[in-house]
């Protein structure tokens, strides 16, 4: 038995002249919750696929605990929600879960996989009634069905509205807490920074950024100094990573909040700085550091 | 894997063998072709409504070898009821293929060959009633035939029709799932026309007859026929419907390794 849920080694994709996957390596041990962040395109549903055995790599393999993704699937040691996944049409919400229930091998009782969705009161509604937080119970229902030790999530809240949101993350967290090993694909960066333990940025099919939200915040420079002041050279100041300047106010990118500030109230020009503001990096900011030099590197190409 | 215990350990424990859970699978699809009451009406009623229609204008003449028109019409009534509903549950198999469910249930024991087995059963179960549909008519309407007559005539017409499974799911594989319904649809009318299923060919004018009988559908006729005129078997019919049925699979093929190129599965 490995302890390694998710093994990527070069693994590419490519459709036409666009490459989806690009040299991916990544290895994501048992039990992790893995966030996989990344613009549209970024591959993260190739990526997804091709772990669920749904698409073959051009190159490279995956590996899911150590077996063939399809061998993975079939032994019900994967399961998935797909993005947008189509329901079977024309049927109940209780008949698709039977249907489906049936075809694996271990399967949790089915009353608890009910329960733990949260799809009891519609299990007498037709497929095709659904809201969308409903099909994604249902959608959830189906990948826990197998019991599967690890759970692939491609953008699973996507168009839910707040509070189902939430409550979805609710029910995932009582999943995890058993030790499954949870991958999901997003481009909501709170989410990625508030329910994994790992992200893990793609870009143009490669790993751009892998750490905690808290990593890939300080890669980019951990806090935002901001202040009113004079136009002049603030990037040799210490701690200072990036500088902007909108008008009067300057905005420095800091990975030493405490030093730049010291820094700044003790230099020659300490009488000319006001209204000085410390702000975190909002992740998105740093999400957008990382992604971008590589799309610049790429045109330039 | 002591990182990976579960809180419900528990699990519903099943034998290894994928044939009973197969046959799970085929049963679902066959109850949910069964509670689809608008193909299923569709598939039954054109069928006996037509055969009522003809038989009250022609049925009471006499057809060669003295058996009454009433139970010649049944029979090619029935291959056109059958052929329409092989057809068409042949067709929704790919409907539901090119449709995103085919994914998800391909994240399950459930492989693609599986999967093509059971909807291909499932499709030629909707042949059955279509035929009973027609004969219950066909008694209703007077026909009179020993039992193994009936017997022989409903085995041989399963048997003939069983291609045009096929010919729903290769026109299924090679147009746009809007397209594809009414091809279907056009399809098997001209089956059913040309093969003479609603008319004897012989009506047809004479540069029309060969075309009639190059097609599945006359000879699905014609064999159905058999037992009930008696005479020598169509054996030219096994074999042109032998070549249908080895041209279908070829299309097939190449329709299904065009459909895993273009969309990604």
Known sequence: ?301 | MTTATLSPTHTVTRPRSSAARTWHYFIHSLAAMLRDWAFMAFIIALPVTMYLFFAGIYGDQEASGGVAVAAVMMVTMATYGGLGAAMNAGAVIQSERSSGWFRQLMISPLTPSGFVTVKVATAVCAVIPALLAVFIAGIIRGVRLPLETWLATFGVLMVALLPMVFLGLVIGLWFKQQTATAVTTLTMLALAMIGGLWFPVDMMPGWMQPISKSLPSYWAGRIGMWPVIGGEFPWRGVLIIGIWTLGLLVLGGLGYRRAVRTSRR
């Open chain 1, 1 to 301: 038995m490995t302890d390694t849920a998710i093994q990527l080694t070069g693994l590419t994709k490519t459709y036409g002249t666009l490459t989806a996957v690009d040299r991916l390596d990544l290895d994501v041990p048992a039990g992790q919750i893995l966030a996989l962040l990344g613009p549209n395109g970024a591959g993260k549903s190739t990526a997804t696929e091709m772990i669920i055995g749904l698409t073959a790599p051009d190159a490279g393999s995956a590996r899911v605990f150590g077996l063939d993704p399809v061998a993975a699937v079939r032994a019900g040691r994967t399961g998935a929600m797909l993005q947008n996944g189509a329901l079977l049409a024309d049927t109940t919400v209780g008949r698709l879960l039977r249907m489906m229930h049936g075809l694996h091998l271990n399967p949790l009782p089915l009353a608890e996989v009910i329960e733990m969705a949260d799809v009891g009161k519609i299990l007498k509604t037709s497929t095709s009634k659904l809201s969308g937080g409903q099909a994604q119970r249902v959608r959830f229902a189906l990948a826990i069905l197998a019991d599967p030790q690890l759970i692939m999530l491609d953008e699973p809240t996507v168009g839910l509205d707040v509070d189902a949101r939430r409550r979805f993350w609710r029910i995932m967290g009582s999943l995890t807490d058993s030790g499954r090993t949870v991958v999901f694909a997003t481009h909501y960066l709170d989410e990625a920074d508030e329910f994994a333990d790992r992200i893990v940025v793609l870009n143009e099919g490669r790993v751009v950024a892998d750490g905690t939200g808290a990593q890939i915040k300080e890669r980019v420079g951990g806090r935002h100094v901001s202040f009113t002041g004079p136009d002049q050279d603030w990037s040799t100041v210490d701690g200072v990573v990036g500088v902007e300047r909108d008008g009067e106010r300057v905005t420095l990118n800091s990975s030493d909040a405490d030093a730049t500030l010291r820094a700044l109230f003790t230099g020659p020009g300490a009488d000319a700085i006001s209204n000085v503001e410390v702000a975190p990096v909002r992740l998105e900011d740093a999400f957008l550091a990382l992604v971008e030099p590589v799309s610049r590197e790429e045109r330039a190409a």
